[in-house]
């Protein structure tokens, strides 16, 4: 029986053991995620606003990102878990600015309805 497509190349990854054993998809979307944070967290630095930012939503990011380390770490050990925990860092530096600007922005914000 002839193997076709998909099926194939990983057969032939296994015999010649040429290519890497993570999906390219997996680290592209990682990759996207690791050009946005730090967008974020620029926009943060920059102009000390975070109001509107979610912290229990960064919560489940980095929760989820954390059952994605041990994932790779228990079942698919490779390279792209290192992917996964430089994501985690960035959503904690942006969780971290979060707690950092958010009373000031609340006491501004205070400031700003009284007068």
Known sequence: M???G???SCEFRK???IMPHFSIWEVLFLLCFAVSWPLSIA???RTKIVIGKSPIFMSFI????IFGIIHKALYSHDIVIWLYVFNAVLVATD?????????RNRRELQRSKQQ
């Open 95 to 103: 969780l971290a600015l979060y707690f950092t600007y958010i009373g």
């Open 2 to 4: 002839k193997i076709r």
């Open 6 to 8: 998909y099926a194939r």
């Open 62 to 65: 980095i929760l989820g990102y």
């Open 43 to 45: 926009k943060s630095l």
């Open 15 to 17: 015999k010649t053991n």
